[in-house]
């Protein structure tokens, strides 16, 4: 039977018939009517998160941890442009994030009204799909809409722009109305990529490739975590013997311990790593879309290899390298077909050669706090049962590089678009996405300081994030870039930290700084098993780089492995 409704009321209810049960935002006028509705709906969970941004992020780690859609939720004007940064992350990232956001009544658009913004304009660019909902009788379908395409074939975030009077207008509401059709979505062409010849003849091609080659690599990225595709990839490698590369957000797509798995390509990854891709005659790319800090200069990138790339996003295929086989396809199934159409086969000589090019650890660094120990003692604190949501930075390439993930989906990163300032509120909402297990949120002493202000979120909703800070007293990536190739000159670089463990007295949280090697078991130990939020300011060495490193636009071939003279490593 038909309910009279308000529009507020309407985008609850559809909220809750789509199994959400979380949502992070932030009130204000051109929303009101939105937050008046949502105490009626006590299914429904309000993070009230310090700043917009961090309810985009929050919302974007827990779709990352739970593959299902998360919620963020803003007002008209600043709301809405506060949203803009965790948009684009959660975009560059195929993260499925609904956006809410109220706008201005319909007959003030237009008229630059109070804290009115073209959100469809400053969005779409940044999401699947935005749409302005004018017509209420169109309001229900349109979160049903939003949320199918956040969440199918290749998830990102959408957004729902609703007038305040749209939201306050009434309907007779007709629950589990069909869900809507669909409008046809063009897809942006297939970049030239022989994508024409069917899944099955594809998949025999591939698996002919496959079984020819004599350095073959398995390169697999995030589209094997989004698609569930661990057990296939595996068996596939397994079946073949063909060692397996992780980029940055295909880590935890493969355990690190497992024989077959060489580590991390691109700019940051080890020598043995790139090494292995610049000798590979076959390169068989699974869910990752070979960008650029992954290649270096392109020109120059696995010059012997021929690629299979298998994507879901057929825009992907043949968009940065040249293809010889490209499959559109769910991660999972086309391994799935692969693992089966192969034929086993051994790669030990060609295992043998790459461990041949297994360098001795570059790094060295001064004080006895390495970011390595730091990371293995996070480790055995958790028994590796933890989830790990890292910033921007040095520290976040050290945990690239040293944690040792063995659990599928544990390592949550803003990959894409790079944004400082993610780790704390993702985590809080990979904290409520994983209630049950540890989570650690790892910045910068700069990336901690942009959202430092979710402490207050922490406290006020009662979230229990364990927090990392690797204080190097530096912007440490931007000096390292400036200590390279900008004669060391630390322009604006150095950057000043409150007393964190003040500030965490402040905000009535769990505190501690650790200088040395004989503090940290035990204070990583009992911030872990403490009740509540706790922060741990690490104390690292100030000049302490990543190596190796590929210059920007340099080729895979020609890492930097040691400071250049003249500027000290540490
Ligand atoms: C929002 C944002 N602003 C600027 C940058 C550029 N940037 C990349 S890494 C970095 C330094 C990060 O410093 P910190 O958080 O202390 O981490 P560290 O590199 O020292 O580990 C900066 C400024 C960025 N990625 N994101
Ligand atoms: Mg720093």
Same mark, same amino acid.
């Given at each position: 039977m038909a309910e009279i409704l308000t529009g507020a009321q309407i985008l609850c209810r559809e909220l809750v018939a789509a199994g959400i049960n979380t949502i992070f935002g932030y009130p204000g006028g051109a929303i009101m009517p939105f937050y008046h509705a949502l105490p009626e709906f006590s299914g429904l969970r309000h993070i009230l998160v310090r700043h917009e941004q961090a309810a985009a992020h929050a919302a974007d780690g827990y779709a990352r941890a739970t593959g299902r859609v998360g919620v963020c939720v803003a007002t008209s004007g600043p709301g809405a442009t506060n949203l803009v940064t965790g948009l684009a992350t959660a975009h560059m990232d195929s993260s499925p994030v609904l956006a809410i956001t109220g706008q201005v009544s319909r007959p003030m658009i237009g008229r630059d009204a109070f804290q009115e913004t073209d959100v469809i304009g400053l969005t779409l660019p940044i999401t699947k799909y935005s749409r302005l909902v004018q017509d209420i009788t169109q309001l229900a379908a349109s979160v049903r809409e939003a949320i199918a395409i956040a969440t199918e074939g290749r998830p990102g975030p959408v957004v729902l722009d609703v007038p305040k009077d749209v939201q306050n207008q009434k309907l007779a509401y007709e629950p589990g109305g069909d869900a809507p059709r669909l409008a046809a979505r063009g897809q942006s062409g297939n970049g030239g990529a022989p994508t024409s010849a069917s899944l099955e003849e594809s998949v025999r091609e591939a698996a002919r490739l496959i079984g020819e080659a004599s350095r073959p690599l398995f390169m697999i990225g995030h589209g094997v975590i989004l698609s569930n595709a661990y057990d296939e990839v595996r068996a596939l490698a397994e079946k073949t013997g063909i060692p397996v590369i992780t980029t940055l957000l295909g880590i935890s797509a493969f355990p690190e311990s497992h024989p077959l798995h060489l580590g991390m390509p691109g700019m940051h990854g080890e020598v043995h790593v790139n090494r292995a891709i610049q000798h590979a005659d076959l390169i068989v790319g699974i869910g990752l879309r070979f960008d650029d800090r992954v290649t270096g200069n392109t020109a120059a990138f696995a010059p012997r290899a021929k690629i299979i790339h298998v994507e879901l996003d057929r825009a992907e295929i043949g968009k940065n390298v040249k293809t010889a086989v490209g499959i559109v396809g769910d991660a999972r199934t086309v391994a799935g077909l692969l693992a089966d159409e192969v034929a086993a086969r051994r790669c030990d000589d060609w295992l043998a050669e790459i461990r041949g090019f297994v360098r001795p650890r570059a790094e060295a660094f001064s004080g006895d706090l390495s970011p390595e120990a730091i990371l293995a003692s996070i480790y055995e604190a958790t028994r590796g049962g933890c989830t790990i949501v890292t910033d921007v930075g040095q520290h976040q390439m050290w945990v690239a590089k040293y944690y040792p993930y063995q659990r599928a989906n544990t390592h949550i990163t803003s990959g +894409? %678009? +790079?944004?400082? @300032? $993610?780790a704390v509120p993702a985590a809080m909402g990979v904290h409520l996405a994983r209630p049950g297990e540890p989570v650690w949120a790892i910045s910068g002493d700069g990336g901690f300081q942009m959202n430092m202000a979710e402490l207050a979120t922490m406290v006020q909703e009662g979230l229990s994030v364990k927090m990392a800070i690797f204080n190097n007293g530096y912007l440490g990536m931007v000096r390292q870039w400036q200590q390279f $190739?900008?004669?060391?000159?630390?322009?604006?670089? &150095?950057i000043w930290s409150p007393d964190y463990v003040k500030l965490a007295d402040a905000y009535g949280i769990a505190g501690w700084r650790v200088e040395r090697r004989t503090e940290l078991d035990d204070v990583v130990r009992a911030a872990t098993a403490h009740q509540g939020p706790a922060l741990v300011e690490f104390v690292i060495a100030e000049e302490a780089n990543v190596f190796p490193m590929i210059p920007p @636009?340099?080729? %895979?071939?020609? &890492?930097?492995?040691a400071a250049p003279a003249g500027a000290r490593a540490v």
């Open positions: +894409g %678009l +790079g944004t400082m @300032g $993610f $190739f900008h004669e060391k000159r630390y322009s604006c670089t &150095p @636009g340099g080729s %895979l071939s020609e &890492p930097i492995e």
